[in-house]
Protein backbone atom coordinates (compact mmCIF):
# COMPACT_ATOMS: atom_id res chain seq x y z
CA UNK A 1 0.00 0.00 0.00
CA UNK A 2 3.47 3.06 0.78
CA UNK A 3 4.70 1.79 -2.75
CA UNK A 4 1.40 2.60 -4.18
CA UNK A 5 0.92 5.38 -2.35
CA UNK A 6 4.50 6.50 -3.26
CA UNK A 7 3.78 5.95 -6.80
CA UNK A 8 0.92 7.86 -6.86
CA UNK A 9 2.28 10.86 -5.30
CA UNK A 10 5.67 10.69 -8.07
CA UNK A 11 2.48 10.55 -10.84
CA UNK A 12 0.77 14.17 -9.81
CA UNK A 13 4.50 15.30 -9.27
CA UNK A 14 5.44 14.72 -12.72
CA UNK A 15 2.18 16.35 -13.46
CA UNK A 16 2.14 19.39 -11.85
CA UNK A 17 5.97 20.04 -11.94
CA UNK A 18 5.70 19.59 -15.80
CA UNK A 19 2.26 22.14 -15.87
CA UNK A 20 3.65 24.32 -13.60
CA UNK A 21 7.71 24.86 -14.92
CA UNK A 22 7.02 23.57 -18.72
CA UNK A 23 9.98 21.48 -18.59
CA UNK A 24 9.45 18.12 -19.70
CA UNK A 25 10.46 15.77 -16.93
CA UNK A 26 12.51 12.43 -18.25
CA UNK A 27 11.91 9.05 -17.40
CA UNK A 28 14.43 6.13 -16.08
CA UNK A 29 14.97 4.85 -19.23
CA UNK A 30 15.39 7.56 -22.39
CA UNK A 31 15.02 6.52 -26.04
CA UNK A 32 17.74 8.92 -27.97
CA UNK A 33 15.27 11.25 -29.95
CA UNK A 34 17.16 10.52 -33.10
CA UNK A 35 17.45 6.75 -32.84
CA UNK A 36 15.63 4.52 -35.38
CA UNK A 37 13.51 3.33 -32.60
CA UNK A 38 12.15 6.18 -31.62
CA UNK A 39 11.44 7.89 -34.89
CA UNK A 40 9.89 4.70 -35.71
CA UNK A 41 7.80 4.59 -32.67
CA UNK A 42 7.03 8.47 -33.36
CA UNK A 43 5.64 8.08 -36.37
CA UNK A 44 3.48 4.87 -34.99
CA UNK A 45 2.07 7.07 -32.25
CA UNK A 46 0.84 9.05 -34.83
CA UNK A 47 -0.72 6.83 -36.91
CA UNK A 48 -2.52 4.95 -33.41
CA UNK A 49 -3.81 9.16 -32.75
CA UNK A 50 -4.69 9.64 -36.25
CA UNK A 51 -6.68 5.97 -36.03
CA UNK A 52 -4.43 5.16 -39.53
CA UNK A 53 -3.21 2.11 -36.78
CA UNK A 54 -6.47 0.54 -35.98
CA UNK A 55 -7.34 -2.59 -34.38
CA UNK A 56 -3.99 -3.10 -33.24
CA UNK A 57 -3.24 -5.80 -30.47
CA UNK A 58 -0.07 -4.90 -28.52
CA UNK A 59 2.81 -1.73 -29.03
CA UNK A 60 5.40 -3.03 -31.06
CA UNK A 61 8.04 -4.60 -28.27
CA UNK A 62 10.82 -2.15 -30.01
CA UNK A 63 8.88 0.89 -28.51
CA UNK A 64 8.33 -0.29 -25.41
CA UNK A 65 10.62 2.51 -23.64
CA UNK A 66 9.47 5.08 -26.24
CA UNK A 67 5.95 5.02 -24.59
CA UNK A 68 7.11 4.53 -21.41
CA UNK A 69 9.24 7.40 -21.57
CA UNK A 70 6.38 9.40 -23.58
CA UNK A 71 3.54 8.14 -20.32
CA UNK A 72 5.55 8.85 -17.55
CA UNK A 73 8.49 10.93 -18.85
CA UNK A 74 6.21 14.80 -19.23
CA UNK A 75 5.14 14.56 -22.78
CA UNK A 76 1.92 12.60 -22.40
CA UNK A 77 0.68 15.29 -19.74
CA UNK A 78 1.87 18.21 -21.78
CA UNK A 79 -0.32 16.72 -25.13
CA UNK A 80 -3.55 16.15 -22.28
CA UNK A 81 -3.26 20.16 -21.06
CA UNK A 82 -2.45 21.30 -24.57
CA UNK A 83 -6.36 19.52 -25.45
CA UNK A 84 -8.01 20.52 -22.47
CA UNK A 85 -7.04 24.19 -23.41
CA UNK A 86 -8.51 23.88 -26.52
CA UNK A 87 -11.45 22.50 -24.96
CA UNK A 88 -11.89 24.89 -22.62
CA UNK A 89 -11.62 27.02 -25.43
CA UNK A 90 -14.10 26.04 -27.28
CA UNK A 91 -16.60 25.87 -23.73
CA UNK A 92 -15.74 29.63 -23.43
CA UNK A 93 -17.57 29.94 -26.29
CA UNK A 94 -20.76 28.55 -25.38
CA UNK A 95 -23.97 30.06 -24.20
CA UNK A 96 -25.78 28.02 -21.61
CA UNK A 97 -29.40 27.91 -21.77
CA UNK A 98 -31.43 28.28 -18.73
CA UNK A 99 -33.16 24.78 -18.53
CA UNK A 100 -29.89 22.54 -17.02
CA UNK A 101 -30.12 20.36 -20.37
CA UNK A 102 -26.46 21.47 -21.75
CA UNK A 103 -24.48 18.47 -21.29
CA UNK A 104 -21.24 16.61 -21.60
CA UNK A 105 -19.77 13.38 -21.83
CA UNK A 106 -16.38 12.02 -20.80
CA UNK A 107 -15.08 8.72 -21.16
CA UNK A 108 -13.59 7.31 -17.56
CA UNK A 109 -10.49 5.27 -18.08
CA UNK A 110 -7.36 6.59 -19.07
CA UNK A 111 -9.86 9.78 -19.96
CA UNK A 112 -10.94 10.84 -16.46
CA UNK A 113 -8.62 8.26 -13.98
CA UNK A 114 -5.55 7.20 -15.61
CA UNK A 115 -4.08 2.89 -15.64
CA UNK A 116 -0.85 3.77 -16.28
CA UNK A 117 0.74 1.85 -13.19
CA UNK A 118 -1.74 -1.16 -14.25
CA UNK A 119 -0.13 -0.92 -17.61
CA UNK A 120 3.43 -0.28 -16.09
CA UNK A 121 3.28 -3.94 -15.37
CA UNK A 122 2.03 -5.05 -18.47
CA UNK A 123 4.98 -3.02 -19.93
CA UNK A 124 2.70 -0.17 -21.44
CA UNK A 125 0.62 -2.70 -23.71
CA UNK A 126 3.66 -4.63 -24.96
CA UNK A 127 1.72 -7.64 -23.22
CA UNK A 128 -1.39 -8.96 -24.50
CA UNK A 129 -4.45 -7.43 -22.86
CA UNK A 130 -5.55 -9.58 -20.08
CA UNK A 131 -9.27 -9.00 -18.87
CA UNK A 132 -8.85 -10.73 -15.77
CA UNK A 133 -5.89 -8.72 -14.09
CA UNK A 134 -7.50 -5.52 -15.32
CA UNK A 135 -10.62 -6.51 -13.06
CA UNK A 136 -8.29 -7.25 -10.25
CA UNK A 137 -6.85 -3.94 -10.39
CA UNK A 138 -10.11 -2.23 -11.12
CA UNK A 139 -11.31 -3.31 -8.03
CA UNK A 140 -8.47 -2.29 -5.72
CA UNK A 141 -10.36 1.66 -6.54
CA UNK A 142 -6.29 2.95 -6.65
CA UNK A 143 -6.81 5.03 -10.49
CA UNK A 144 -5.39 8.60 -9.98
CA UNK A 145 -7.20 11.51 -11.81
CA UNK A 146 -5.79 12.58 -14.97
CA UNK A 147 -5.17 15.95 -13.29
CA UNK A 148 -5.57 18.23 -16.49
CA UNK A 149 -8.89 16.36 -17.34
CA UNK A 150 -10.04 17.01 -13.79
CA UNK A 151 -9.64 21.04 -13.98
CA UNK A 152 -11.78 20.07 -17.56
CA UNK A 153 -14.24 18.35 -15.18
CA UNK A 154 -14.56 21.08 -12.32
CA UNK A 155 -14.70 23.51 -15.28
CA UNK A 156 -17.54 22.24 -16.94
CA UNK A 157 -19.68 21.17 -13.58
CA UNK A 158 -18.74 24.97 -12.34
CA UNK A 159 -20.06 26.51 -15.32
CA UNK A 160 -23.63 24.51 -15.06
CA UNK A 161 -22.93 21.48 -17.71
CA UNK A 162 -24.15 18.37 -17.18
CA UNK A 163 -21.27 15.76 -17.05
CA UNK A 164 -22.08 11.99 -18.18
CA UNK A 165 -19.46 9.99 -17.41
CA UNK A 166 -19.96 6.78 -19.91
CA UNK A 167 -17.54 3.84 -19.50
CA UNK A 168 -17.39 0.34 -20.43
CA UNK A 169 -16.49 -1.12 -16.92
CA UNK A 170 -19.42 -3.52 -15.78
CA UNK A 171 -21.87 -2.25 -12.99
CA UNK A 172 -22.15 -5.39 -11.50
CA UNK A 173 -19.01 -6.19 -10.80
CA UNK A 174 -16.74 -2.75 -10.55
CA UNK A 175 -19.94 0.04 -10.14
CA UNK A 176 -19.60 1.02 -6.09
CA UNK A 177 -15.57 0.55 -6.59
CA UNK A 178 -15.41 2.95 -9.85
CA UNK A 179 -17.84 5.57 -7.96
CA UNK A 180 -15.70 5.61 -4.70
CA UNK A 181 -12.38 5.99 -7.02
CA UNK A 182 -13.98 9.04 -8.78
CA UNK A 183 -14.93 10.05 -6.08
CA UNK A 184 -11.41 9.71 -4.03
CA UNK A 185 -10.45 11.90 -7.18
CA UNK A 186 -12.21 14.38 -7.20
CA UNK A 187 -14.84 13.75 -9.10
CA UNK A 188 -17.98 15.29 -7.78
CA UNK A 189 -20.94 16.27 -9.22
CA UNK A 190 -21.25 14.68 -12.08
CA UNK A 191 -25.07 14.18 -13.60
CA UNK A 192 -24.69 10.64 -13.95
CA UNK A 193 -22.00 7.19 -14.18
CA UNK A 194 -23.52 5.09 -16.79
CA UNK A 195 -21.60 1.60 -17.01
CA UNK A 196 -22.51 -1.61 -19.05
CA UNK A 197 -25.11 -4.36 -17.98
CA UNK A 198 -26.51 -7.07 -18.97
CA UNK A 199 -28.82 -4.99 -21.24
CA UNK A 200 -25.82 -4.61 -23.31
CA UNK A 201 -23.40 -6.79 -22.91
CA UNK A 202 -21.27 -8.22 -25.88
CA UNK A 203 -21.91 -4.94 -27.99
CA UNK A 204 -18.90 -3.19 -29.32
CA UNK A 205 -17.83 -0.11 -28.02
CA UNK A 206 -18.76 1.99 -30.41
CA UNK A 207 -22.60 0.60 -30.46
CA UNK A 208 -22.91 0.49 -26.95
CA UNK A 209 -21.37 4.40 -26.73
CA UNK A 210 -23.76 5.28 -29.45
CA UNK A 211 -27.17 3.91 -27.70
CA UNK A 212 -25.79 6.13 -24.32
CA UNK A 213 -25.77 8.85 -26.09
CA UNK A 214 -29.06 8.73 -28.38
CA UNK A 215 -31.09 8.02 -25.09
CA UNK A 216 -29.22 11.08 -23.36
CA UNK A 217 -30.46 13.05 -26.79
CA UNK A 218 -34.04 11.90 -26.40
CA UNK A 219 -34.15 12.78 -22.65
CA UNK A 220 -33.46 16.32 -23.96
CA UNK A 221 -30.02 16.98 -23.74
CA UNK A 222 -27.96 19.08 -25.96
CA UNK A 223 -24.23 17.34 -25.94
CA UNK A 224 -22.08 19.85 -26.79
CA UNK A 225 -18.70 17.50 -26.42
CA UNK A 226 -17.55 13.94 -26.20
CA UNK A 227 -14.26 13.29 -24.43
CA UNK A 228 -12.11 9.81 -24.41
CA UNK A 229 -9.08 7.90 -25.38
CA UNK A 230 -10.26 5.96 -27.78
CA UNK A 231 -11.81 6.20 -30.91
CA UNK A 232 -14.48 4.36 -30.01
CA UNK A 233 -15.41 6.61 -27.83
CA UNK A 234 -15.60 8.76 -30.55
CA UNK A 235 -17.56 7.09 -33.33
CA UNK A 236 -20.90 6.19 -34.04
CA UNK A 237 -24.00 7.75 -33.70
CA UNK A 238 -25.35 10.78 -32.16
CA UNK A 239 -21.99 11.90 -31.39
CA UNK A 240 -22.92 15.67 -30.30
CA UNK A 241 -21.65 19.11 -31.20
CA UNK A 242 -17.62 18.31 -30.80
CA UNK A 243 -15.32 15.29 -29.85
CA UNK A 244 -11.71 15.60 -28.44
CA UNK A 245 -9.63 12.59 -28.63
CA UNK A 246 -7.01 12.09 -25.26
CA UNK A 247 -3.90 10.46 -26.02
CA UNK A 248 -3.36 7.00 -25.30
CA UNK A 249 -0.81 4.83 -27.03
CA UNK A 250 -1.05 1.78 -24.90
CA UNK A 251 -4.02 -0.04 -25.72
CA UNK A 252 -6.92 -0.13 -28.45
CA UNK A 253 -10.68 -0.40 -27.81
CA UNK A 254 -12.80 -1.58 -30.92
Known sequence: MLRKVREVLVFLFISVFSK???IKTLARATVPADSAAAIFCLSWRL?????NASAWRTVPAQCFRYVENY?????YDQDVNLIVEQILSYVNEIVLSNDGMDAW???VDDTCISNVFYYKGKRYG????????FKSWAKKGECPAIPGVLNLF?????????VFLVTG???ETLGQ????????QRFIGYERLIMRNAANKGQSAVVYKSQVRKQLMEEGYRLWGNVGDQWSDLQGEYLGNRTFKIPNPMYFVS
Open 126 to 133: CDPFDSVS
Open 105 to 107: ILD
Open 71 to 75: MIGGQ
Open 47 to 51: AVETN
Open 169 to 171: RNE
Open 20 to 22: VTG
Open 177 to 184: VTIENLHN
Open 154 to 162: IKLVESGFK
